[in-house]
C-alpha cells in the first residue's frame, strides 16, 4: 500500500475509481463490486474500517461512489458530496450517476452537503464542474485529489454525460492550473508527484480546443 504524505493510496481495480484516505475520511470508495479489495487494502495500510467515519465523493458517478451504500450501512459512515450531485443521486438518475451503466440502480443514501470552500481535514474543498455539474476537488495547497475533473498526463473527464459541460471543464482546468500544486491524486490512473505543472498546462491546452 503506497502513502505519499497524509494521503494513503488505493488504486482503483477494474473501473473503480482511485481511493484515498486522509486521517479519518475515506474519498471515493468505488462502485462497491470489489469491496473485499478496499477493505483488505485498508488493512494492509494498517487500519481499520472502524478508523474511517466518513465518505467524501468528488462527484456522483456510481464508479465512484457505488459502495457509498454498503459502507453507510455497515459502519454507518457519513457521507459527503456536493449539493448539485446530491441533487442528481436523490433524483435517482441512473444515467446521470451511471448506474446504468453498471446494471445497477441508484442507492438510497443519507448525504451531507459539502460546498465550494468547506474544509476537509486540511484540504479545502474546490467546487470543479465540468465532468457533473457537482464535482469538487480537495487541495491543501501542495496536493490536489482532482477526481475526474483532470488526469495524470494532461487528460481530463469526459463531458458527453448527463450533466456534463465543456465549457465548465474548461474554466475547472484553468483554475486548478493556477494552484501550482506539485502532487497530483486523480479519479483514474497513475498519481503525480513530478512535473505536474507541465501536465496541468498540458490539460489546459487541450481542453481550450474543445
Known amino acids: 500500500m ?122 479545502t474543498v474546490i467546487h470543479t464542474p465540468g465532468h457533473t455539474r457537482g464535482g469538487i476537488c480537495l487541495c491543501d495547497g501542495k496536493s490536489l485529489i482532482s477526481g475526474d475533473t483532470v488526469f495524470s498526463g494532461g487528460n481530463f473527464g469526459r463531458t458527453d454525460l448527463p450533466t456534463g459541460s465543456r465549457k465548465d471543464i474548461r474554466e475547472s482546468i484553468l483554475k486548478l492550473a493556477d494552484l501550482d500544486v506539485v502532487q497530483l491524486f486523480p479519479g483514474h490512473g497513475p498519481y503525480a508527484t513530478s512535473a505536474v505543472s507541465e501536465q496541468m498546462a498540458l490539460a489546459v491546452m487541450i481542453a481550450s480546443r474543445l
Open 2 to 123: 503506497e502513502k505519499v504524505d497524509d494521503i494513503t493510496i488505493i488504486l482503483g481495480r477494474e473501473r473503480d475509481s482511485n481511493c484515498y484516505i486522509i486521517d479519518d475520511v475515506l474519498i471515493d470508495p468505488g462502485s462497491g463490486l470489489n469491496n473485499d479489495y478496499l477493505i483488505s487494502s485498508v488493512e494492509e495500510a494498517g487500519m481499520s474500517m472502524d478508523d474511517i467515519s466518513k465518505i467524501v465523493n468528488t462527484h456522483c458517478h456510481f464508479d465512484h461512489m457505488g459502495a457509498d451504500k454498503y459502507l453507510q450501512d455497515t459502519y454507518g459512515y457519513e457521507i459527503y458530496m456536493h449539493p448539485l450531485d446530491i441533487q442528481t443521486v436523490e433524483e435517482k438518475d441512473a444515467e446521470g450517476t451511471v448506474a446504468s451503466s453498471f446494471g445497477m440502480t441508484v442507492p438510497d443514501l443519507d448525504i451531507k452537503p459539502l460546498n465550494a470552500d468547506d474544509k476537509v481535514g486540511n484540504y
